[in-house]
């Protein structure tokens, strides 16, 4: 049961264009999401997080969107660049709970791979 | 410093070896993962370590190891691994927090080990 999907495998997008990644998820218990990059046999890089209490977050070039009816979020990088090109994770967690169990246990989609040509 | 540091970069061994992998980080956070990343999948969780004791177990064989020495060093002994063990293992580490701030938990990966069994 996969409660992360990026249905997405891969995305190619023109230079100084944007680039949406998208993902979806089924559990209503996450309050809590992050977007990771990462290059080959590298760790993961934090990009940008929301907090279920928020529609939106931007932080330069990324914006993250949560629409949380249609449990759906969305990554917008403009102007996409070529460093850019890389796989990017969306993660989500369930946060505090009362025994704290699920703390840190981040759930992780299959991963979009971004190709941006120059 | 916001880096988590990881050693050896790349592991080969046999099925019959006992082998480890290092962790460290400086940053102050009380909370330490072991993750474990097969080709072109997500990265899935193993281990949980919170306050240098062991709060999360995924049902990882008993043939995976961990340890936490102290707060800034987390171990994973390897001994009797399989060939499908190969993989990259990563290492995170995130602030923990008793209070509602969901933004404590943002991990910070390592550069991972690339582990093959052969």
């Known amino acids: 049961d996969q409660q992360v999907k990026q249905n997405s495998p891969s995305l190619s997008v023109q230079e100084g264009r944007i680039s949406i990644l998208n993902c979806d998820y089924t559990n209503s218990m996450f309050d809590y999401f992050l977007w990771y990059k990462k290059y080959p046999a590298e760790g993961p890089t934090f990009l940008i997080s929301?907090?279920?209490?928020?529609d939106k977050n931007e932080d330069g070039r990324f914006t993250v969107f949560l629409n949380k009816s249609a449990k759906h979020l969305s990554l917008h990088i403009v102007p996409s660049q070529p460093g850019d090109s890389a796989v990017y994770f969306c993660?989500?967690?369930?946060?505090?709970?009362?025994?704290?169990?699920?703390?840190?246990?981040?759930?992780f989609g299959q991963g979009t791979i971004l190709t941006v040509h120059p | 410093d916001t880096e988590v540091t990881q050693t050896p970069k790349h592991l080969v061994m046999g099925m019959t070896n006992k082998k480890s992998l290092k962790c460290e980080q400086h940053?102050?956070?009380?909370?330490m993962y072991w993750y474990k990343q097969k080709a072109k999948k997500p990265p899935e969780l193993m281990f949980v370590y919170s306050y240098e004791k062991l709060s999360i177990n995924e049902s990882v064989p008993s043939r995976f190891s961990p340890e936490c020495p102290n707060s800034s060093l987390l171990n994973l002994h390897l001994h009797a691994l399989q060939p499908e063990d190969s993989a990259l293992y990563l290492c995170?580490?995130?602030?923990?927090?008793?209070?509602?701030?969901?933004?404590?938990?943002?991990?910070?990966f390592g550069s991972g080990t690339q582990l093959s069994v052969l």
């Open positions: 940053m102050g956070h009380r909370a």
């Open positions: 995170a580490s995130s602030q923990r927090a008793t209070g509602g701030d969901a933004t404590n938990e943002k991990l910070f």
């Open positions: 993660a989500a967690s369930g946060g505090q709970n009362a025994g704290g169990t699920s703390y840190g246990k981040l759930t």
């Open positions: 929301i907090s279920s209490i928020k």
